[in-house]
């Protein structure tokens, strides 16, 4: 993936501008940076994301991890936290949104503006004006140190296995494929996970 990927790049990738989209960015910019590390091309970076939320498209972009390479994870914690990888290194480092940090703090009337706009309660000027606000915040969470932003400490986790390509099965009950290793077997008969569960 090319280093050069910008912002908006995030933002074409994603569909549209937002202040998690920025977040993400500036997750991977930042974890990026305490490794030492370029974009991944491959799966030299691996990405392990807790939440999935706008900014994993932010940082899918600015890192070159994602979930077809393998080298994006993703753990259903509901938490705002990034590890990344270097396999290259084996060194690993834990970015973490601050708590005291909020698009408030950039513009304290920003959330009642989204919060009508997007509730349809919003006129022609308002959006107009959200508009305009949305990019000024999105501008400034791009432009402020990462420490304002972020706390970055080791990884507290190992390093995820290489990505690995499974042989796939025909499911016993709704002849679809499935990933070998996904297959579940009930009375002696191999599933998908879905048939499984019924």
Do not use: W
């Not at 919060?115 to 006129?123: F, P």
Request: aromatic fraction near 6%; hydrophobic fraction near 35%.
């Amino acid at each position: 993936m090319s280093p050069n990927r910008t912002f908006e790049d995030a933002v074409l990738f994603h569909g549209h501008r937002c202040p998690g989209l920025a977040l993400g960015y500036r997750a991977a910019e930042t974890g990026l940076a305490a490794l030492g590390a370029g974009p991944s091309g491959d799966e030299e970076v691996v990405a392990v994301v807790e939440n999935d939320a706008c900014g994993v498209d932010g940082l899918q972009v600015r890192s070159g991890c994602t979930f077809g390479k393998g080298n994006l994870v993703f753990l259903d914690h509901g938490k705002h936290v990034y590890t990344f990888f270097d396999r290259r290194t084996g060194k690993g480092v834990r970015v973490v949104s601050r708590q005291d940090f909020s698009t408030a703090r950039i513009d304290p009337g920003f959330g009642e503006l989204r919060r009508r706009v997007h509730a349809g309660e919003a006129d022609e000027a308002e959006r107009a004006e959200y508009d305009r606000r949305l990019r000024a915040v999105c501008e400034a969470i791009l432009a402020l140190p990462a420490d304002d932003l972020f706390t970055v400490g080791p990884a507290t986790m190992p390093l995820p296995p290489e990505a690995e390509i499974h042989p796939s099965e025909t499911c016993a009950a709704c002849g679809e494929s499935v990933a070998a290793h996904r297959v579940r077997e009930v009375d002696g008969r191999r599933l998908c996970i879905p048939c499984a569960g019924r």
